[in-house]
């Protein structure tokens, strides 16, 4: 989260107007992240995060707001977005598309236990599950159609030893998608950025997963993948924590077990999240967009954890 576009107490007290949720208290703009502009608002009707999307469109969003509207029915503590009289959840302020939706309670386990592992791996299951009957579709924007377009692009920018990893990761996932293994792989709406600071707690209680703007529909193994690469490894270097990856899967496959291909595949995969983000925090490093609050993610984190990838394969569970 950032902010790219300063919105004005004035335009939200009148987006709160259109909501109907009372007078604001206070407005203030998160840093961190790089996709959006975010801000938390107090206000009489209590407390929310009001985020204007800077890259995603207002043909692209209900895929978004309603998954999480969808989660939420469910009984999955993910941001309700508000709805104006109209039932509409997707606004307009400062002229951008805008959702404010629910702030959830706790706050970030920034180093985790085991104990936090499993929750978010018995959490990751039951919002896969719940969100079957989703009646949206789009796919990850952030996928290997991705990867294929923008590493031409930041390929110019890199050392040797960068850019032969990267086309030789990049050959090896297109090699995985078209295999009919990987075809067999079960499919849904995914979050696919299931990172620690995304997830808040309160001591060791799971209470709310947010930040669902990367979501799309892909392998639900790939989800699983990207939450591993952040949860279950050593920041400094990028290796596998086998404890907590153990406590995460076991919590995940009690709610639902993998597939034989998902096993298999499993090793392809951490490969494949570690692959996607080191990309994305590539181009946002080289090619960066201007902000007010802005602090872009060190790529390199996600090389070493390709690298370990790569080098380390983890034994299918």
């Known amino acids: 989260m950032a902010v790219y576009t300063e919105v004005s107490p004035q335009e939200a007290r009148a987006l709160l107007r259109r909501l109907g949720l009372g007078k ?7 840093q961190g ?12 009707g209590g407390e929310f995060v009001l985020t204007l999307f800077e ?39 400062v002229g951008k598309p805008a959702s404010l939706a629910t702030r959830l309670a706790g706050s970030s386990q920034l180093a985790p236990q085991a104990v936090h592992c499993a929750a978010v791996g018995e959490m990751l299951a039951r919002m896969h599950l719940a969100a079957r009957d989703y009646g949206r579709t789009q796919p990850n924007l952030r996928g290997l159609d991705w990867w294929n377009e923008t590493v031409p692009v930041i390929l110019p920018h890199l050392q040797p030893p960068q850019a032969e990893l990267l086309r030789a990761e990049l050959a090896y996932q ?4 078209a295999s009919s293994e990987y075809a067999a792989l079960p499919r849904g709406p995914v979050h696919a950025d299931l990172f620690r600071d995304n997830v808040m707690f309160e001591g060791e209680r799971l209470t709310g997963v947010f930040d669902f703007y990367f979501a799309g529909v892909d392998t639900w193994l790939f989800d699983l993948a990207v939450a591993l690469n952040d949860w279950c490894i050593d920041l400094p270097t990028g290796a596998h924590e086998p404890v907590r990856a153990a406590a995460l899967l076991d919590a995940y496959q009690g709610v639902r077990p993998l597939t034989g291909a998902e096993r298999s595949l499993l090793p ?9 983000f080191w990309v ?25 954890v390709l690298r370990e990838r790569v080098a380390h394969p983890v034994p299918p569970p």
Not at 33 to 44: K, L, Q
Not at 174 to 177: E, G, L, Q, S, Y
């Open 55 to 93: 890259r995603l469109t207002a043909e692209q969003l209900p895929f978004y707001l309603h998954l999480m509207k969808h989660l939420a029915q469910a009984g999955i503590p993910v941001p309700d977005p508000q709805a104006d009289r109209k039932g509409e959840i997707l606004h307009s302020v």
């Open 174 to 177: 297109n090699h995985v998608a």
């Open 268 to 276: 392809a995969m951490l490969r494949a999240g570690a692959l996607r």
């Open 24 to 30: 604001l208290l206070s407005l203030t703009g998160i």
């Open 33 to 44: 992240g790089i996709e959006n502009t975010n801000y938390f608002v107090s206000c009489e």
């Open 280 to 304: 994305s925090r590539l181009w946002d490093w080289y090619l960066p967009r201007e902000a007010s609050l802005l602090k872009p993610h060190d790529p390199t984190h996600f090389e070493r």
